[in-house]
């Protein structure tokens, strides 16, 4: 018989007259895919309601704004006072509660960090005047709200939520945390008003409560209203959770759902904590709603961040310290995980391993990916069942990240699978670094792929390495070289010391590490590793030529190790060239004068050469040949996921 594994996380919650099927709500996120009018395409609708499907009790779509004048902080807001949208919206909202999901309606107001609006020319508005310039780098000139403003802001607020409310919107999410404009006026960092709306904790709260009071009133005590808070701003002189405590206490029971979150954009190096780095610990911020929990007496209390365990979200609602958990990279990463949690099969849960591929690809290209669930972004056209394919005998040769990805996905397709990996273990290159504990969800989702590997009908060949005779033998149709790559050795004089290591080994086996080193290369691999070193109690400097370290693109993850190295007191040698490894360290260049550096160990992670040539070796072996992951351009997990899913999905499209 049947046991529900996650009684708790799996009980329904009754909100404002409206059930939830469980405490699993997928947080908000904003818009991708729109017109140029902002009204949500096939492509933007698709992405919502995946989660829908995948079983979470609410979807929300953040950041639609109020106000489409003086309200727009970023470039692709659903604009609430936009009545032609009504169409789209309804379209969302059905394609959402189709599945049994509630659909909420995030409503924003960027304030004094509206720089869109800004941009446009429009007079922009905050608690007081002031110059902002948290969200983008782009400095704004702000004027303090007058009562006119003010009262059209109440009105654009009720507006909005009626509006939600008539496209079929189950709910409504009023964005009060972050440094938006609700959370301007409560914070006493930001808001240094004299009159009846600043200098007092009573004051700061009065415009949020006629927000919410007005939002309440207008669309009555039956529809749920939730409200996203700051428990606490976590940087140095903003407010903490004993504050946050307060506002609370206040919302209980004019709001339904406190939706408890933390920082603000007020400093640029909160976003991490915010939108948790994969260097802090699961439900970093849990914490916060925690506390708040023990105050509030008539409101549900929802948590945020870094969540995607089921078995920690089970303790969550078990222990009481909050009463929904709100994921929103958790569901990009999996958005099956509610399905798979409530059949016991939590260890198929795919975590998300928090390294911003998905923010950062959406800050410098528009549009969400994941590095970990190829899905991502094609998911309206992944809603639609594929052709039948013509099966084909397809031959991979590398078992790593890429390999497997591209195994999993043709043996799903149909496909006979054969994988082949030259070491003894599937997993690649990736494997030295499965002590790390930042990166423990990679090794999670390496060792879940293994498992899918072994639960699928896919031959493994291990210990064997892909050549003209197993080719021969194995007469593919198909042949995928996932060869990856091999660490970069430039010909300085000297990298050929006993006392020169590289990341892989150095990761393996930390202990060959002395007490200092030196880390060759500032990229990814290097910086990363200088953390993990520094966390061990080693002293590090990174040596870099360029006038930066890089961050392969991933600019969030690039921020993130740039706080660990601030942490953890890492020395960092930017446009240092190194022209000789001694005995003792390195001799470098830097601004046309030599330096000697010192370290126990020097460490060469002077990036990676893509294994071309065994590739090569392979193209004329079978009738398809397809190079995908490190062994084409040696770049990053997300683009060996992909590339490996959607050249497995190409598959067998003809019959020939």
Known sequence: MYKCKYPNLFSPVEVAGTLFKNRIFASPTGLQYSTSKNRPI????????????????????????????????????????????RPALVKLADAITRHGAVASMEMSHGGNAARISYAQGHKIYGPCECDASGIGGMVTHAHAMTEEIMERTVKKHVEAALFAKSCGFGMITIHGGHGWLLHQFMSPAINHRTDEYGGSFENRMRFPLRVIKAVREAVGPNFPIEIRISGSEVYEGGYGIEYGVEIAKTLDGLVDIIHVSAGSHEDPDVFTVTHPSMFLEDGVNVKYAAEIKKHVKKSKVATVGALADPDYLEEIIATGQADIVELARGLICDPDLPIKARYGRQEEVRKCMRCFACFSNLMTKGHIICALNPEISVEAEEKYARPEVCPKKVLIAGGGIAGMEAAVTAARRGHEVTLCEKRGELGGVLLCER??????????????????????????????EVNARVAEELSPDVIIAATGARPSVPPIPGIDGDNVKTAEEVYINPELAGESVLILGGGL?????????????????????????NDGGNIL????????????????????????????GAVCEKGGETVELTG????????????????????????EFYQIG??????????????????AMDLGRLEI
């Open 600 to 623: 126990d160990t020097v460490i060469c992670a002077l990036g990676m050469r893509p294994e071309r040539e065994a590739a090569d070796e392979l193209r004329f072996l079978a009738p």
């Open 42 to 85: 096939t492509p933007g609708i698709a992405y919502y309601e995946r989660k829908a499907l995948g079983g979470a009790a609410s979807v929300c779509i953040g950041d639609a704004m109020v106000d489409s004048e003086i309200a727009l902080a970023n470039g692709n807001h659903i604009l609430l006072d936009d009545p032609g949208a």
């Open 630 to 647: 490190d062994c084409n351009i040696p770049k990053n997990i997300t683009e060996a996921t992909r590339t490996a899913y959607f050249a």
């Open 557 to 584: 993850q690039g921020q993130s190790i740039g706080l660990e190295i601030k942490r953890l007191g890492i020395e960092v040698s930017l446009e240092t060239r190194v022209t000789r490894v001694t005995e003792t």
């Open 435 to 464: 002590n790390v504990p930042f990166k423990k969800h990679l090794h999670e989702y390496i060792e879940l792929q293994k498992r899918t590997v072994a639960k699928l009908p896919i031959r493994v060949m291990l210990n064997t």
């Open 525 to 549: 691999v290097g910086a990363e590793l200088g953390i993990y070193l520094a966390g061990l109690g080693k002293k590090v400097r990174i040596v870099e030529m360029a006038d930066r370290l």
